[in-house]
Nanobody, 128 residues
Framework: QVQLVESGGGSVQSGESLRLSCAVSGFALKIGCMAWFRQAPGKEREAVGGIYASGSRTYADFVEGRFTISRDDAENTLYLDMRSLKPDDTGTYYC??????????????????????WGNGTVVTIFS
């Protein structure tokens, strides 16, 4: 059974930083693909970015170098380091996992419909 559990959310002021974690069980990060998504109140879920099994990363345009995705294969944990946070970054942040196709690898990590497993989210609130 695959489980993803996010943590690290909270309330901070604009300009500050946060680190989100996603503890994963039943799915090895080093052979799968992982991503972070977020959903602001009243808006659709959107991709933040992802990391492929190879270690390569992809980010949504709005990240603009402020966020970094990393993983610890030994701890089987995914991270999202966020700096220079803005009020527009407020929302619920979700981690998600995708099992790669043996022939094609992973599909785009920026499309939520490509992800196979989801956590329940952690809430981030940024005050101006």
């Amino acid at each position: 059974q695959v489980q993803l559990v996010e943590s690290g959310g909270g309330s901070v002021q604009s300009g500050e930083s946060l680190r989100l974690s996603c503890a994963v069980s039943g799915f090895a990060l080093k052979i799968g693909c992982m991503a972070w998504f977020r959903q602001a109140p009243g808006k659709e879920r959107e991709a933040v970015g992802g990391i492929y099994a190879s270690g390569s990363r992809t980010y949504a345009d709005f990240v603009e170098g402020r966020f970094t995705i990393s993983r610890d294969d030994a701890e089987n944990t995914l991270y999202l380091d966020m700096r220079s946070l803005k009020p527009d970054d407020t929302g619920t942040y979700y981690c998600a996992a995708q099992r790669p196709s043996t022939a094609l690898g992973c599909s785009s990590l920026l499309r939520p419909q490509n992800m196979n497993y989801w956590g329940n989210g952690t809430v981030v609130t940024i005050f101006s």
